[in-house]
């Protein structure tokens, strides 16, 4: 008989933990990864370049994370955490095929607030989400293609840096309980974002990034 209340008081400890997972108050902290697919719409480099010179950039994944905080049964304000996606800088439009131009590390650093539909013990949680994003851009480093494209020299290479901006942000995903306080988390994730690339020639080229992010995370609630 003592094994037995003492089982059912453990499995309402686990009960009572289960029922507090993401509630009012709490925290949920997830660990995954994220891939990231700029669709990119560039300008053209400005004169002396040949009319028509632009850039596309890479798809890039990473390890990432991420914390969320409920304000509410439904409302969440999510923040991302993680290290910077490397992207390639490639020839585009009249240069297209001249391959890499630069590798550029870029850190987006977002806020959103979150609707979760259902109630905060349902299984499956889906969720919409807006907010904003602030890209900060890192170790650009040129290779000699762009170099022998904007005139550069192995003396006096040409160097590339881009600007840090802001974008709004849009989201939808779904949480998915798996046990206790674990969880499964996925999103997509889209940015309105624009950056200006300078060169060291002084030239400068304005880029539509517009990031789309798909992400994906195991998470535990306190």
């Known amino acids: 008989m003592k094994k037995y209340l003492f089982s059912l008081g453990a499995l309402a400890v686990l009960a ?121 851009f890192s170790d650009t480093e040129a290779t000699a293609v762009l170099s022998g494209i904007t005139g550069g020299s192995p003396s006096k290479p040409t160097t590339l840096s881009m600007k840090n901006s802001f974008g709004p942000t849009v989201q939808l995903g779904l949480d998915m309980k798996l046990f206790d306080r674990w969880s499964l988390n996925v999103s997509a994730t889209k940015v309105m974002l624009k950056t200006t690339g300078t060169l060291s020639t002084g030239q400068n080229i304005e880029v539509e990034l517009n990031p789309l992010a798909y992400s994906f995370g195991i998470g535990y609630s306190f």
């Open 16 to 136: 009572a933990g289960a029922a507090q997972a993401q509630t009012v108050g709490s925290f949920t902290v997830r660990l995954g990864a994220t891939a990231i697919r700029p669709a990119v719409s560039s300008g053209d480099l400005s004169a002396p370049s040949p009319a028509g010179t632009q850039v596309d950039i890479t798809n890039a994944s990473q390890v990432s994370g991420g914390v969320f905080y409920m304000l509410s049964e439904n409302i969440t304000i999510d923040v991302p955490v993680g290290l910077p996606f490397k992207h390639e800088v490639v020839g585009a439009g009249a240069i297209d095929g001249t391959g890499k131009l630069s590798d550029v590390k870029a850190l987006p650093i977002t806020v959103t607030a979150q609707y979760r539909f259902g109630a905060p013990s349902s299984r499956l949680r889906p969720f919409v989400g807006a907010g904003v994003t602030y890209a900060v």
